[in-house]
T-cell receptor, first 112, second 113 residues
């Protein structure tokens, strides 16, 4: 099925470890986004890529880096995980126009 | 910072009743969207209303937008148990990918059979 695929679905890290969350879409969308969702906080934007070759910071970028590898793939890296980064991470993509975002199913990350 | 704020935070109704959720936002927008999130899942886009529209329908969903009050409402008619989910409003200031959606904190809807 066409859509946004995120890997892994679950991950437990120790404080200080690093990891990369992967996201890929097969809808030929130009824009891709990383959000985190914490209880009672809704979704907050970490980074986004409006088009291939560009990335920009969102509301909560500290502690994260991103790479827009090609039009399909947009990865999120935690260089040195902290307990405050325990969250559910969602990737989304968007085609320019009066449309909504397509979301992946999320990565549930726990940092101990 | 959150652009949209949903109200109420939680809503519990009987199957067959109508459910109304409200969203207020702070700055001018290009469009406003509503999403549904089932427990443990990603968000699913429900409906988009442009800033020059006042009302929009999609199946059992009715969305209104009042730009003078910076508010929107989502009405779900004849609710079903399957409508149990969290509902989020999201606003966008411009039409392109350079203006990301800003989400509210959501309304948790429980529909009791």
């Amino acid at each position: 099925n066409a859509g946004v695929t995120q890997t892994p679905k679950f991950q437990v890290l120790k404080t200080g470890q690093s990891m990369t969350l992967q996201c890929a879409q097969d809808m030929n969308h130009n824009s891709m986004y990383w959000y985190r969702q914490d209880p009672g906080m809704g979704l907050r934007l970490i980074y986004y890529s409006a088009s291939e070759g560009t990335t920009d910071k969102g509301e909560v970028p500290n502690g994260y880096n991103v790479s827009r590898l090609n039009k399909r793939e947009f990865s999120l890296r935690l260089e040195s995980a902290a307990p405050s980064q325990t969250s559910v991470y969602f990737c989304a993509s968007y085609a320019t126009g009066p449309y909504g975002y397509t979301f992946g199913s999320g990565t549930r990350l726990t940092v101990v | 910072s959150q652009q949209g704020e949903e109200d109420p935070q939680a809503l519990s109704i009987q199957e067959g009743e109508n459910a109304t959720m409200n969203c207020s936002y702070k700055t001018s927008i290009n469009n406003l969207q509503w999403y549904r999130q089932n427990s443990g899942r990603g968000l699913v886009h429900l409906i988009l209303i442009r800033s020059n529209e006042r009302e929009k329908h999609s199946g059992r969903l009715r969305v209104t937008l009042d730009t003078s009050k910076k508010s929107s409402s989502l009405l779900i008619t004849a609710s079903r148990a399957a409508d149990t989910a969290s509902y989020f409003c999201a606003t966008r200031r411009g039409p392109s990918g350079n203006t990301p959606l800003v989400f509210g904190k959501g309304t948790r809807l429980s529909v009791i059979a």
